[in-house]
């Protein structure tokens, strides 16, 4: 590495790239400095090891170009300017040498900037680990990840162009010399709403614009593509097109992507084929029929249909129209459909195929990331590989209307301000109280309150949501009926009715409930709870998923999964998905954690635009102002006197190359022969703690120039040995050459 000890740290506070060093802690102040950098295109800033970002909705110069990678390569963090560059570096650094699991927390609310930062950060790691062809191979996968799940999972939002509309979890593998070897991803739920109902100036998920403009006419015959404007599904919302998006050019990406990631050709012309199904299952219009029936009235969709899916005309109709109730174990009834419910279950149809295919695709890119099948030359498995997680997940949102989507997306987003808390606020000062330092403590919002108000039973909302949702005359309103009456909510600090006025009256009336967030109030209507919830895919559907003969709907839709239907019933999305963020906890607090920390500089996603009350209000919710507080009245650096004593001992002479005294006086002799006083560092019951980067940063030269004096001693020494050797194996040479010399005489003479 090329420490330029104090330098940059003093340049650094100059410029307050790092809040720390701000002379007056408030939230302006905050926001002033953010703005000034922001005019300058200065976009990251630190909060002592935590990147903030705040989105230039532009690209700037040169910010992520090659030499800028290069300019952060073997740099510590305080010695460059602030970049996610330096997170990566410090990152990967940190899972190289103390081969520890290193997790990356993104968080931020919907457009800030995750998911292009998570981008860069893949791309960092990318770009300065090894290059062997295997490893080549393992890195264009990882990246060609990116456009192809943004492709099926991404899609236009009022908020966001680009919006992610599932969580991703990717954990990077990395060999015994530290190179990618593999990845996996985990998601976590996909809007599927979206697929059939999609809100004004909004659009579908991006692969359906990309097919219908980017395939070849001859592609398009085949499938039946036509015209975006012709499908209903896509024109609902009044929006087609994104600015400055090209979805030609952006499928060719996806088509990159699948390559790059081994899809069959077989695979992707399913894929085709499943996309347009799933567009003309839209298109399937019907008529009542005497004794509140129906009928599909136009059968030449249903050809369509029945071609792109595989499976008979009759098999379509009998699905759209009617439905199999299980009457008793073992029995079911079969029960016509009218008009409403036909069109419900053909919705639900194109939901589960689309939802389902997106799972596909993820699976899929797991087989070809996973470990056992790339050709690096060191091979590791899942246990012994260290990695690198990280965590883009759906940013906090709040929409005009609030349904259970946004109800788990600000869920899993309560929860990871949760890790934050506990890993940078609560720990920090718990670590300063156990080792018996000086202290005062920072107070701050802990938003587990809001957790438990959600997930903890038994009173939590999923819990109410779950139990009405197994009555057999549960309803919407039922479960919003309970949450007003019961007092633990009617009570609850963070939970609130809207006034009657806000809910509407007659048939505009919307009962709907307010949950306060740490990131801001918002009212959720209830209406599509419990369907949401319970996601039914009844048995019908499966059975007409599984008669296809596509070969990829076996691994969507197994064989022999409808008919197990009935005896157990599935966990509810709302306790599947507190499972998952369970587990995703987890896997964080297993890890090393980084954070990066996005801020949108303004609503209408436009460049050189910075809305300060947008900015201060995430100022707030993101709690920059106590993290900077816990931040500066603590330290910079913190170690066990073991470990601080193993890396620094050889500064000091008498506890170089051995000391005999107690760990912590060979720390207190280390420190002292640095010239450090006391007040530059204190000692705990286990720890050393140091105040400031500047202290290490020297510690660090030291011992590099230490290292440097000894490894000169060790080559010297060596290089005499060497000497030696060769003189005595001269000697010896020369004593046998004489004594063969000697006897070849002496044979001569006999001769
Ligand atoms: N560092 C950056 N430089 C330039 N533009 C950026 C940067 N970060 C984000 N943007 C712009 O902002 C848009 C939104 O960013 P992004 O998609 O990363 O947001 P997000 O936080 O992932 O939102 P969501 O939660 O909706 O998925 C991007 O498409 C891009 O145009
Ligand atoms: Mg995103």
Redesign the pocket.
């Known amino acids: 590495c090329h420490l330029v000890p104090g330098a940059m740290a003093y340049s650094a506070r100059s410029n307050i790239s790092d809040l720390v060093l701000l002379e007056k802690i408030t939230e302006d102040e905050i926001l002033k400095a953010l703005k000034q950098r922001f005019k300058a295109d200065q976009?990251y800033t630190y909060i002592g090891p935590v990147l903030l970002?705040v989105?230039?909705?532009?690209?700037?110069n040169g910010?992520?170009s090659p030499s800028k990678i290069k300019d952060y390569q073997g740099k510590y963090i305080y010695e460059a300017a602030p970049h996610?560059y330096a997170l990566a570096e410090d990152t990967y650094r940190q899972l190289k040498v103390d081969r520890v699991d290193q997790c990356v927390i993104?968080s931020?609310?919907?457009?800030?900037?995750?998911?292009?930062?998570?981008?860069?950060l893949m791309q960092y790691i990318a770009a300065t680990s090894g290059s062997s062809q295997g490893i080549q191979s393992v890195k264009n996968k990882i990246l060609a990840s990116n456009p192809l799940l943004e492709a099926f999972g991404?899609a236009k939002?009022v908020?966001?162009?680009?919006?992610?509309?599932f969580g991703k979890y990717m954990q990077i593998y990395f060999d015994l010399r530290n190179d990618p070897a593999g990845a996996s991803i985990i998601n976590y739920i996909l809007e599927k709403s979206r697929v059939v109902c999609t809100a004004k100036d909004e659009r579908n998920f991006h692969i359906f614009y990309q097919i219908c403009t980017g395939l070849p006419m001859k592609e398009k015959q085949k499938y039946f593509i036509q015209d975006p404007k012709k499908f209903k599904y896509l024109t609902r919302s009044g929006c087609l097109k994104v600015d400055?998006m090209d979805d030609t050019r952006e499928l060719k990406e996806t088509l990159h992507g699948m390559h790059a990631i081994g899809m069959h050709q077989h695979e992707v012309e399913e894929v085709w084929s499943l996309i347009s199904a799933v567009l003309w299952i839209g298109q399937v219009e019907f008529a009542p029929v005497t004794g509140d029936k129906s009928k599909v009235t136009n059968l030449d969709v249903v050809d369509k249909i029945s071609t792109l899916l595989k499976v008979s005309k009759q098999a379509v109709t009998n699905a759209l129209t009617s439905r199999h109730i299980q009457a008793g174990p073992g029995k079911a009834v079969l029960t016509y459909l009218d008009v409403e419910k036909a069109e419900y279950t053909r919705d639900a149809l194109a939901k589960v195929i689309y939802s389902r295919l997106f799972d596909w695709i993820v699976r899929r890119l797991n087989v070809s990331l996973d470990l056992s099948h790339q050709t690096g030359s060191s091979k590791v498995d899942k246990k012994t590989a260290s990695k690198i997680g990280v965590l883009?997940?759906?940013?906090f949102?709040i929409f005009k209307i609030n349904s259970f989507e946004q109800f788990c997306i600000n869920f899993v987003n309560e929860k990871l301000q949760q890790v934050f808390i506990e890993k940078t606020l609560k720990s920090e000062q718990d670590e300063y109280k156990s080792e018996g330092i000086k202290w005062v403590p920072v107070k701050y919002f802990n938003n587990k309150i809001v957790c438990d108000l959600i997930e903890k039973k038994p009173n939590g909302i999923l819990k109410y949501l779950d139990d009405e949702c197994v009555l057999p005359k549960g309803t919407d309103k039922t479960f919003y009926d309970k949450l007003v009456n019961v007092s633990f909510f009617r009570n609850h600090k963070h939970f609130a009715i809207p006034d009657v006025k806000e809910q509407g009256r007659g048939k505009n009336y919307k009962p709907s409930f307010i949950l306060k967030h740490y990131a801001g109030d918002v009212k959720y209507c209830v209406a599509g709870f419990l369907d949401k919830n319970k996601d039914l895919t009844w048995k019908d559907l499966l059975d007409l998923g599984e008669e296809s003969k596509l070969r990829i709907m076996d691994s969507m839709f197994p064989r022999g999964a409808s008919s197990g239907m009935g005896s157990k019933r599935p966990p509810t999305i709302g306790t599947a998905f507190k499972k998952q963020v369970g587990q995703l906890m987890t896997a964080l607090g297993s890890c090393q954690p980084h954070y990066i920390r996005?801020i949108?500089s303004n609503n209408q996603?436009r460049a050189a635009i910075f809305e300060d009350d947008l900015v201060l209000h995430q100022i707030k919710y993101l709690g920059l102002l106590e993290n900077v507080r816990v931040r500066r009245a603590g330290f910079a650096f913190r170690e066990t006197f073991t470990r601080f004593l193993k890396r620094y001992k050889m500064l000091e002479k008498s506890t170089w190359p051995q000391w005999e005294g107690s760990d912590v006086d060979g720390v207190v002799k280390v420190l002292k022969a640095m010239k450090s006083k006391h007040g530059d560092y204190e000692l705990g019951k286990t720890k050393v703690f140091i105040k400031h980067p500047v202290t290490i940063f020297q510690l660090e030269e030291y011992r590099e120039r230490k290292i440097h004096e000894l490894v000169i001693k060790i080559q010297t020494v060596y290089r005499s040995w060497l000497a030696r050797k060769h003189l005595l194996e001269l000697r010896e040479n020369s004593l046998g050459l004489f004594g063969r010399s000697k006897l070849r005489r002496t044979c001569s003479i006999r001769r």
Do not use: L, Q, W
């Open positions: 976009i970002s989105n230039p909705f532009k690209m700037i910010m992520y996610v993104i931020g609310e919907s457009g800030s900037g995750k998911t292009e930062a998570s981008k860069k991404n939002t908020r966001n162009n680009n919006s992610s509309r400055h883009d997940i759906f940013g949102e996005c949108k996603k």
